[in-house]
């Protein structure tokens, strides 16, 4: 199935994919990075938080690429991927909108770095519940 997501690679050859991001006040397209190395569901610049209002749920500790941790304000804002909203974990730093594993998750990604072209389409509940304990009976070895 073909997906409806507007995504690419950008000239500086990172992965964005089109996302609508929710807040409190408004909400805003955006065409975010994809960071894999990031774990949870949003990294926002401060301007955009404030932009679009987000709600303060929390702190964490993050640890950076750099080995650095900082413990971060955590936000909580919806996120509408491939048409699904999902409430994702937010922090708010740096310059640049990123995508982080938590978000894409449930998604598979095809990046064609030849061609220019990504793909995203919504793994099917079974196919995701079914990966799960394939991958549960290899750690166990059966």
Avoid: W
Avoid at 52 to 61: F, Q, T
Avoid at 78 to 106: A, F, Q
């Amino acid at each position: 199935m073909p997906s409806n997501v507007i995504a690419g690679i950008d000239s500086e050859n990172q992965v964005r994919l089109e996302v609508e991001i929710q807040g409190l006040y408004k909400s805003i397209p955006y065409g975010a990075i994809v960071d894999t190395g990031y774990s949870g569901g949003i990294v926002l610049p401060l301007i955009t938080a404030v932009d679009i209002g987000l709600e303060k749920v929390g702190s964490c500790s993050v640890a950076l690429a750099d080995g650095t941790i900082h413990v971060l304000p955590t936000f909580l804002c919806t996120v509408v991927l491939n048409g699904t909203p999902n409430e994702v974990s937010t922090l708010i730093m740096g310059t640049d909108v990123l995508l982080g594993m938590e978000l894409l998750d449930p998604y598979t990604l095809c990046i064609s770095p030849s061609a220019g072209k990504v793909t995203i389409n919504k793994l099917e509940p079974d196919f995701a519940y079914n990966h799960l304990i394939s991958s549960l009976r290899k750690l166990v070895g059966n």
